[in-house]
Each structure stands twice: as C-alpha cells, then as structure tokens.
C-alpha cells in the first residue's frame, strides 16, 4: 500500500467518523472529494474504504459494537463505493469482461464491490454478483457472458468450500479465476492448494493478477479425495455438531459469542481439509480467546473448545488429526 | 509473491506431441475443453489455444453471421484478436470452397513467396496474412467446421518452416474440426437461447433504485430459481407528480410464467398512477384491470405513497395492502411492530374498496414490507415466521434501510440452510437516511 498523503489521512479520519455516525451524506463527501481532487478510485477505494472498513470489523470484534453497528457502518461504507463506481463507470472500457462475485455463503458484499470497482477503473467491463452467489447462478453468469476473468472474494473460511465449486465451474469452462479475501490468508497457499489461477492481496493487486491473467486455462486438478468427502461429512452434519458444541462449552451465554466461534471453529477444520494448509485453526483458537477478552470473559474457553471438538470429531480422523496437532494448549493473550 | 499473481502451470513437454497417439489424446482434450464452455467466443478460444503448439503454430477460426453472411476471423498470434470481413471478399477463394461444401483444402505455400497464392486464398486479412507468413510456412490447412449438417465456419491452421502437415495430420485435423464443430454449434444454440432470454429479462428484473431526497430505500431480492434472476415477485420505486410511489407484490406461481405476469402488473400500476395516487384507490384501479385481464391469476400488493420533507426530519407514508402481510415498522427507538393493515388479494373480484392507513416516520423510523418467502421459509425448526423477523428488526432499529434489509436477506437464506425456498423480496425505506443514529 502507498504511504497515505495528509489530504488522504484527514479523509480516512472524516470516513471513520462518517461510518461511526452513520452518515452516509458525510462519507459521500469524503469520497467525492478526494475523486474530484484527482485522487485515483483504486487508492480512494484500499487506503480509505477498505482501510475504514477493517476498523469496522475490529470494533465489532472488540465488542465496542453490535452486529447491527458494524452492519449500519458498513452499509455507509458500501454507499461510498457505490459512488465510487458511479465515477468510475464513466472512463472508457478498454479491456475484456470481467465477472466478480461472492462465494455461497459469504455475507460481506463489500470487499467484491471494491474489487469490481477496482477493476471497472482499470478497463475492465464488469459484471458484479451480490453477497452469497449460488454455484448455478454463478455457471448462468459464466456462460451467458463468457467472461475474460473471474474474481472471487472469499472472507469467511465457511465459503472456501463454494470458492472451490467456483474455482471448478470457472476452469471447466477454460476461464482465469483470480480469489482474495481474508480466507485466504496472508499469501498464496490455499488459492493454489484449491486451484485458482491467481490470488491477490488486495484491490491493487487484484487488478496487476487481472492483467496478468492467461486467456485459457486448464481445469482445475481435483483435490485429495479422502479430505474432501470428510470435509463434505463435517458440511453435513455442521448444526448438530455445532449443536453439540454449544450444549458443553462453558462459556457464559451472555457473552453472546458461541454461535460465531464455534461455526468459525468447524470452518477452520474445513479450510485446513480442502487446503492442506493448517494455520486457520491456530489462527482461529487465538480469534476466539481475543474475542473472550474483549467481553470480559475467560480466554482459555478458546482451549477447552478445541479439546470439545477434538472428542466431538473422533470419528473423522484427518480432522482429529489436524485438530490435536493445531488448537494450541495453551493461548497467548 | 507477496502480494499476489498467476499461480504457475506445468508446461506440457514439446517433444511429445511427435507421436500421432499423443495428438489424438490432445484431440480429446480440445474436445472435453470446448464441451465445458457453452459461450460461443470462450469455445473458440479453447479451441484457439488447444491447438498451439501440437497441432498447428498458428491457426484462425472463421466464423459466418447465418443472417448476414459476413465473417468473423478469431484468433492468429493472439487466441483473443477478432476481425471481420464481408462474404463478398472471399468470392472464387479456397476459403469460400472450404466454406461451402465443409471439404479439406490443404495448400502448399511457394518457399520463394510466403505471401502467396496460398495464403491469400484462405486467409482473407492483411494483418493475419503477415502473421502466417512470418512463419514461412510450407502448408496451409482449411478445415470445414461442419455440425448437424451445416458447416458454420472453418479452422485454418498453418505450421512453420520444416513442419508440413502428413496425410495422418490432416486426418488428425479432420478429427478436431467434427469434435470441436458439435461444441461449437452447441453454444451457437445457447448462445441465440441465451440472447432472447436476456432480452425479455431485461424488462423483468428489478429496476434500480432511486436516490429519494429524505428517504432512505434498499430493498433485495432472491427468486426462487434463483440462476433466472427474475421470479414471481416484484416491487417498484417511482415518483408520479411531486410524490413517491412504492409497490411490493408477489404474484402466484414461480418462475418465467410469474415472472412475465409481474411485468404486466408493474406496467398497470405505472399507468395507473398517472391518475390515481392514493394508495387505496390506486390498488382499487389495479385490481379492476388485473381481474378482467386475467381470469385465473392473482396477485398480492402492498402499495406505499412517500411524501418526505425536504430536510429529512420526517415522512408521511399512506398505505394500502391487497392480501400481504403488512408492513413492519420500526422505530429508531427500537418499537417495532407489524402494521395491521389489511385488504383483499387483487384479481379476484372485480371491485374492491381498500383502506388507506397513513403512519408519521420520524427521523430513523423505518418501514419493510416483504413477501410471503420471508416468513414462510422453512428451514429445519420450521417456517422463519413473522415473530422471528420482528425480533432481527429491532436489533436494526436506525441502522438504515440497506442494513436492515441485507441482514433480513443473510437471516433467511441462512435459516434455510441451503433448502428450496418461494421467491423472496424485501424493500425498506427509512427515514431522513440514518443520519445522526449513533452519538
């Protein structure tokens, strides 16, 4: 990212303050301000939207903020991006189609809408899904359009499964798929591990790896079988087994986080299954014990949770495995 | 990589390719790759690439428009290059023979003039003709793209200096041109399918949004088939004097059938309109068209009149509903409820009186109507039901009408849990924006 100039950083301060309020009029402003200034879309979009945004989902994490907040706030936020495309779908078309969606199950339209604007700045004419896109209307949209590129925002470890179903879809049909997004964490591994053409950190990035891009490619190789249909077991059986978990984990229900720890727990198992990369489950243990001490609770909950899974899933051996080898014994705070 | 690029393929050995078992194999591949893409430019581009470098060096498709007899040239040094020409510049060409009877045409090109006869007479670009003879070429090899009786194009290959096309390369050619015509003409066929659909569906998608001095609106949309992007439901934003008209609606039945109804419906309503604005009276003369124009076929209404001020502050909103669910309203405070309002479903009988009930939005009040997919979504502890959208709402209280409507939407689908769902439409307004919600 470009060391933000002093207009820049009073921006981003005048946008966080319109996402705290809720002023959607104020963080217009922001935004259109700085495009008149000349200020490139991509940058106004990663160093103001975007770098708003994480604080958004910090604040949540924190517990300074209820869902409902973070999703007011981040409403505006998605206000402003449209803006943003308003401006941006004005400059020349001088590259091919571009398609960008959401994985199924995915709810944060945001980083998407970034990416397409991002994208429709650099030339490409783009077509935008919204948040969870079924694989059908995905394949719909591949063959309607024929599109030059895919792009595919991923940031909940439970849609990596349908990135992957994406990532089929798109190949099969010989069509480059770029994927980014929190799920994939911070390099390469689980976009290649699942077969995508690229990956990209962030919204820059995402338009280098578009440019980039082959014109064919080959579909992609299956993954493992014996991880696959046990991740595709876990799919199955996720609410009772999520069920499960919530009747014995200890922790206090008016700490309001089970629902979400223990979901992001059985995802982390997935992601590390169809991966092969193990850090989502470290990662996620580490998560939840900030997300205890934030509301006060006790942070080795995040422990025991792992060793009440770890029972729960005896019966699935690679995912015992990774689990007894990954969910720390201990959490650093 | 730090921060992102193409992930490496493995390059396919070159040396291979020498044995005729291994080209019949990529024969196959081309094949199995063009059959996964029913996009007519995507297939050719399978096809473009797939050839390089085993098959030929260079290779162009050309393509005849069946209405106009004109001819796109794909391909050349780049798969992705397009070109066109008229039918009239290939009048008395080998290309027009490969053309018309789908028949072979193999060419030796003259060492001495690369730019020869040979190439002129099946390759009918400048531009393409410099690229194939920069290779200088020894052969030029015209393929007839024939399927299901009709030969829509031709596949022209070139190779390099030194590597002239065999009789068994040519027999290998011919094998590729009738796999890759059936892919071909197969996403020909969807892609006309496809362009007529588009075309009537442009009319039935839900319309954009528009910006409401004062209001806030947001709605989303999820159609029980939910690839078709259209569906039985409906709604519409418009504005008709100096005053701001929304319907919601949910005509009976799923699917392209419910879906052209709808059209019909928001039409109506449109016209009516013009003459009528009050919401009850509005439904009152829709009603009365909808149920002489159809005799089978009804449809549930929710019809809302906006009349903002200027700064935001507040809003009057009048209200009418044939056969929905009320509109649920929620205060910024946190108050929510669902209005009892009230009236018969619309196409049934021929006339019918609605109410009007008018409610005061202050500043972060909001109201959602939704269709009957909300509430009867079913998930595995039963319907989501109206309590359980009451109680999301007001956690939403002031968060806008775009929040309160994405996590409407994410509630559902996720009580659903991935099963079979009716259409499902939600539009929120709320008002003065959200400005000021939160110290």
Not at chain 2, 157 to 165: C, S, T
Not at chain 2, 224 to 238: C, Q, R
Not at chain 2, 301 to 322: F, T
Not at chain 2, 429 to 438: D, E, V
Request: aromatic share 4%.
């Amino acid at each position: 990212m470009a060391e933000l100039t002093v207009p820049e950083l009073d921006a981003l301060g005048a946008f966080e303050l319109a996402l705290a309020t809720v002023d959607t009029a104020a963080a217009l402003q922001v935004v259109e301000g700085l495009l008149a200034n000349g200020v490139p879309p991509v940058v106004v979009l990663t160093d103001v939207v975007a770098t708003a945004q994480r604080n958004v989902g910090a604040r949540w994490q924190r517990g300074d903020w209820t869902v409902a907040e973070e999703h007011a706030a981040t409403a505006v936020a998605v206000a402003a991006t449209e803006a943003v495309a308003r401006h941006v779908r004005q400059l020349p078309v001088t590259r091919g189609k571009a398609l960008v969606a959401c994985a199924e199950r995915e709810w944060h339209a945001l980083p998407a809408m970034i990416i397409d604007c991002a994208l429709r700045a650099d030339g490409w004419d783009t077509t935008l899904l919204g948040a969870s896109t079924p694989p059908l209307r995905l394949g719909q949209y591949l063959q309607d359009l024929g599109p030059d590129a895919l792009a595919v925002s991923c940031s909940m470890l439970g849609a990596l499964p349908t990135t992957r179903r994406f990532i089929e879809a798109s190949t099969t049909a010989g069509i480059p798929i770029v994927v980014g997004g929190a799920a994939f964490g911070p390099d390469d591994v689980r976009a290649r591990a699942l077969g995508a053409t690229a990956w990209a950190a962030d919204a820059p990035s995402a338009v280098q790896a578009a440019r980039e891009l082959p014109t064919v490619v080959q579909m992609a190789e299956p993954l493992p079988a014996d991880a696959t249909a046990e991740q595709a077991t876990l799919e199955l059986s996720h609410r009772e087994l999520a069920g499960r978990l919530q009747a014995v984990w200890e922790v206090d229900p008016a700490v309001d986080i089970a629902e979400d720890a223990i979901n992001q727990t059985l995802h982390a198992v997935w992601a590390a299954l169809l991966t092969g990369d193990v850090r989502p489950i470290p990662q996620t243990a580490q998560w939840i014990a900030d997300l205890l001490s934030a509301r006060d609770a006790d942070p080795r909950h995040a422990v025991t949770l792992g060793q009440h899974l770890c029972t729960e899933l005896r019966d699935y051996p690679l995912s015992h495995t990774l689990l007894s080898t990954s969910w720390p014994a201990a959490v650093g705070i | 990589m730090t921060s992102g690029g193409t992930i490496p393929d493995d390059v396919r050995n070159p040396l291979l390719a020498d044995s005729a078992a291994v080209r019949a194999e990529i024969v196959d591949e081309v094949g199995l790759a063009m059959t996964g893409s029913l996009n007519l430019r995507r297939c050719v581009l399978q096809l473009l690439t797939g050839v390089k470098p085993d098959i030929a060096d260079w290779a162009v498709v050309v393509w005849v428009n069946p209405r106009t007899g004109g001819l796109t040239l794909w391909g050349g040094d780049d798969p992705s290059a397009t070109a066109k020409t008229s039918r009239r510049s290939i009048a008395g060409q080998a290309l027009e023979r490969v053309l018309v009877t789908g028949h072979t045409e193999l060419l030796h090109v003259a060492l001495e003039d690369p730019a020869s006869d040979a190439l002129a007479t099946m390759i009918p670009n400048a531009g393409l003709r410099e690229q194939a003879a920069a290779l200088r070429p020894v052969d030029v090899l015209g393929l007839g793209l024939t399927a299901r009786g009709v030969t829509l194009g031709a596949l022209v290959m070139v190779r390099g200096q030194g590597r002239g096309f065999s009789e068994q390369d040519v027999a290998v050619g011919e094998q590729l041109a009738a796999r890759a015509s059936l892919a071909l003409d197969s996403a020909r066929l969807y892609e006309q399918t496809s362009r007529v659909a588009a075309a009537l569906k442009e009319s039935l998608v839900p319309p954009e949004l528009p910006a409401i001095p004062g209001l806030d609106i947001a709605a989303r949309y999820r159609p029980a088939i939910e690839h078709l992007d259209i569906g039985g439901d409906f709604y519409d934003v418009f504005t008709s004097g100096d005053e701001w008209l929304a319907v919601l609606g949910d005509v009976c039945g799923k699917g392209v059938d419910a879906a052209v109804l709808t059209g019909r419906a928001r039409q109506s309503i449109r016209t009516a309109a013009h003459f009528e604005r009050e919401p009850g009276a509005l439904l009152a003369a829709f009603n009365t068209v909808f149920s002489q124009d159809t005799s089978n076929r009804f449809i549930t209404l929710v019809c809302l009149r906006m009349r903002p001020a200027a700064d935001g502050s507040s809003a009057e909103v009048d209200i009418a509903v044939a056969g929905h669910a009320g509109p649920v309203l929620v205060r910024a405070d946190g108050r929510t409820e669902q209005l009892p309002i009230e009236g018969t479903v619309a196409g049934v009988v021929p006339r019918v009186d609605y109410p009007t009930t008018t409610v005061r939005l202050e500043q972060g009040d909001a109201l959602l109507v939704f269709t009957d997919g909300v509430e009867e979504a079913r998930g595995e502890s039963g319907f989501y039901g109206t309590d359980r959208l009451i109680r999301l709402l007001r956690e939403y209280a002031g968060a806008g009408a775009d929040a309160m409507c994405g996590a409407v939407e994410q509630d559902v689908v996720e009580h659903l849990d991935g099963r079979a769902h009716d259409d499902i439409a939600v539009l929120a307004i709320s008002c003065g924006g959200t400005l000021g919600w939160q110290s």
